[in-house]
Nanobody, 125 residues
Framework: VQLQASGGGLVQAGGSLRLSCAASGRTFNTNVMGWFRQAPGKERGFVAA????????SYAESVEGRFTVSRDNAKNTVYLQMNSLKPEDTAVYYC???????????????????WGQGTLVTVSS
């Protein structure tokens, strides 16, 4: 699985951005998909994830209620809608995929086998 993230940019605090992650291959709907982020000097951490069908989601406490993860299996794409952005949301955002047919939505980096290249989100105050 190859992943290509896009949609990052510079936005003012309180603004919105939507990240997209396009996946290659015909088996996209077999992968739980996740979003992680890494701020300068910090470890890469979990942001959100979505089940294979899209019926279940999971969020980090810091983004709950502001971010929404979704997917379009017909387009092999997962999205991260980010609203009410804060300066502390500034980071490189990565999309990732678990191995095919994983059932549980994982929050740990080690549970994700495939990673995109990252897209930078900068939120100014």
């Amino acid at each position: 699985v190859q992943l290509q993230a896009s949609g990052g940019g510079l936005v003012q605090a309180g603004g919105s951005l939507r990240l997209s992650c396009a996946a290659s291959g015909r088996t996209f709907n077999t992968n739980v998909m996740g979003w992680f982020r890494q701020a300068p000097g910090k470890e890469r951490g979990f942001v959100a994830a979505i089940s294979r069908s899209g019926s279940s989601t999971s969020y980090a406490e810091s983004v709950e209620g502001r971010f929404t993860v979704s997917r379009d299996n017909a387009k092999n794409t997962v999205y991260l809608q980010m609203n009410s952005l804060k300066p502390e949301d500034t980071a490189v955002y990565y999309c990732a995929a678990q191995l095919p047919f994983a059932i549980d939505i994982a929050r740990g980096r080690g549970e994700y086998a495939y990673w995109g290249q990252g897209t930078l989100v900068t939120v100014s105050s």
